[in-house]
């Protein structure tokens, strides 16, 4: 039996069959009854869902932007400005400190040797 022999006996038993007046009919979707009070993970799942689609909106408009590569990560310039002011002025070297750390160094050599 060929596919289309198949098919042909299909359609002739479909069309035998008789029709009920459920399924002449076309499907309605009655509305859900309206839920006075949403509960607290219902609400707790909307906002969710929300954030959700914020979320992806916002990422749809970074990734259209222009980014720069910095240590490996692409930024966009917005976040090349907030990590611009978020930077610390170093502080000028003190002589005074730095001889004060190689004082402390050698201490510590001392130390160790007198240890050993």
């Known amino acids: 039996m060929s596919f289309s022999d198949y098919l042909d006996d299909f359609i002739k038993q479909r069309d ?4 009920s007046t459920a399924s002449s009919q076309p499907f309605r979707r009655q509305p859900a009854p309206s839920v ?3 509960t607290n993970q219902s609400k707790a799942r909307e906002a969710m869902a929300r954030e959700q689609e ?3 909106e916002r990422a749809t408009e ?3 932007q222009p980014h720069t590569r910095i240590h490996g990560r692409c ?9 611009d002011q978020q930077k610390v002025e170093a ?3 003190s002589q005074s400190r730095l001889d004060y750390i190689q004082q402390l160094k050698k201490d510590l050599k001392l130390k160790k040797n007198s240890e050993s």
């Open 62 to 64: 970074e990734t259209k």
């Open 75 to 83: 930024m966009t310039a917005q976040e090349l400005y907030a990590l």
């Open 91 to 93: 502080i000028p070297v």
């Open 54 to 56: 914020e979320a992806s």
């Open 16 to 19: 035998q069959r008789p029709q």
């Open 36 to 38: 006075q009070d949403a």
